[in-house]
């Protein structure tokens, strides 16, 4: 009785299966997200820094690394930007900057919260920097937008 119901489990008995048809086509993927514009990258970046800090700050690795990679990636992107508009001083500055959030994830990671703490400054500083050198305030006060350059 039992080997009947394992049979019947199993879709009954045993038959020679025809040889599998073509796959159907698949439909295309539907395009990606668009690409953050610079604002949202700035916004995001605003965000996630201060973040990275208190992480750090509160001995929390798992926080803290995964704010350093969220902002390494934020300036890789803000890197095709940069390039895009031929601001090679400012896509140092992010490279600079996406490697220092690197590392505080990787010194929080491994529990070195003195050398996290030390790469985070390196990030803030390359903020701090890049604001400086190329970034102004809106005519209307209302936000940012890149400095005009010679």
Same mark, same amino acid.
């Given at each position: 009785?039992?080997?009947?119901?394992?049979?019947?489990?199993?879709?009954?008995?045993?038959?020679?299966?025809?040889?599998?048809?073509?796959?159907?086509?698949?439909?295309?993927?539907?395009?990606?997200?668009?690409?953050?514009?610079?604002?949202?990258?700035?916004?995001?970046?605003?965000?996630?820094?201060?973040?990275?800090?208190?992480? /750090?700050?509160?001995?929390? !690795?798992? @926080? %803290? *690394? #995964? +704010?350093?990679?969220?902002? =390494?990636?934020?300036?890789?992107? $803000?890197?095709?930007?940069?390039?895009?508009?031929?601001?090679?001083?400012?896509?140092? /500055?992010?490279?600079?900057? !996406?490697? @220092? %959030? *690197? #590392? +505080?994830?990787?010194?929080? =990671?491994?529990?070195?919260?003195? $050398?996290?703490?030390?790469?985070?400054?390196?990030?803030?500083?390359?903020?701090?920097?890049?604001?400086?050198?190329?970034?102004?305030?809106?005519?209307?006060?209302?936000?940012?937008?890149?400095?005009?350059?010679?």
């Amino acid at each position: 009785m039992l080997s009947v119901s394992m049979l019947a489990a199993c879709g009954g008995a045993m038959e020679e299966t025809e040889p599998a048809s073509e796959p159907e086509a698949v439909a295309p993927a539907e395009p990606a997200e668009p690409a953050m514009t610079h604002p949202e990258i700035m916004q995001e970046i605003s965000q996630t820094r201060p973040v990275l800090q208190s992480s /750090i700050e509160g001995q929390d !690795a798992a @926080a %803290a *690394a #995964q +704010a350093g990679m969220r902002l =390494q990636e934020l300036f890789q992107t $803000a890197i095709s930007e940069y390039q895009m508009r031929g601001l090679t001083a400012a896509v140092d /500055i992010a490279s600079g900057a !996406a490697e @220092a %959030a *690197a #590392q +505080a994830a990787s010194d929080a =990671q491994a529990g070195d919260f003195d $050398a996290a703490l030390a790469a985070h400054g390196n990030v803030q500083s390359a903020c701090g920097n890049c604001h400086m050198q190329f970034r102004e305030k809106t005519p209307d006060g209302s936000g940012y937008q890149f400095k005009a350059m010679p």
